[in-house]
């Protein structure tokens, strides 16, 4: 089930205008693009977004043991020009570990929401040798570590021309890239034991 849009940018709830999904109005941000979600994952949710997608939706593969996905949201109908995955697990360094994958077509401002930053896109950020990175769907993606609040740890590159996020919470989850993980585009393929579980507690932006 979708719950209603929320800004890409601080997750505050949204005036929509009927008839129009592709824009509407936060109090703070203005015009944004509406960033819907589902109150509980499934793999038929999961697919609908994904059929005509313009961004690929990342997950570890394989999934790190005790990880399950956790929340789905998308910006953009139809045809989403940005996915959000939520994972949630076990922590490296012991404790419970929130991961949020998000790819978004530039200017739309979602993982700059997720990541705590002002503005759109993540600009200047991406300076100098890269910190981290994965393999998104059989490339190499570096990441560049972004400054954000000491609550979270964050990274963004690009892969498939797009937008590549990884915010994770808490901070010390960033060692999650001490090893390269795996991404797969759940447009290519969603296997049907993919291990869902419970809305996390930082799926949405601002929370």
């Known amino acids: 089930m979708s719950a209603s849009p929320v800004c890409p940018r601080c997750g505050e ?61 998308w910006g953009g109908e139809p ?57 998104a769907a059989g490339q190499r993606a570096p990441l560049w570590a972004v400054p954000t609040s000491d609550d979270r740890a964050a990274f963004v590159g690009e892969a498939y021309g797009v937008w590549l996020w990884l915010v994770m919470w808490p901070m010390s989850a960033g060692w999650l890239l001490a090893e390269e993980l795996t991404l797969l585009d759940l447009r290519d393929r969603l296997y049907p034991d993919l291990p869902l579980g419970p809305p996390s507690e930082h799926f949405l932006p601002g929370e």
């Open 79 to 135: 045809g989403a020009r940005a996915i959000v995955v939520g994972c949630a697990g076990p922590a490296p360094l012991g404790g419970s570990a929130e991961l949020v994958l998000v790819a978004e077509e530039p200017g739309t401002g979602v993982g700059c929401g997720y990541a705590g930053l002002p503005g759109l896109d993540p600009g200047d950020v991406i300076t100098g040798p890269s910190s981290a990175a994965v393999e």
């Open 13 to 73: 709830p949204l005036v929509v205008r009927p008839g129009d999904s592709a824009l509407a109005w936060c109090h703070v941000h203005g015009a944004v693009t509406p960033l819907h979600h589902t109150t509980l994952i499934a793999h038929d949710a999961i697919a609908a977004v994904t059929a005509d997608a313009r961004v690929p939706a990342w997950v570890p593969d394989p999934m790190p043991s005790g990880w399950t996905v956790t929340g789905l949201a």
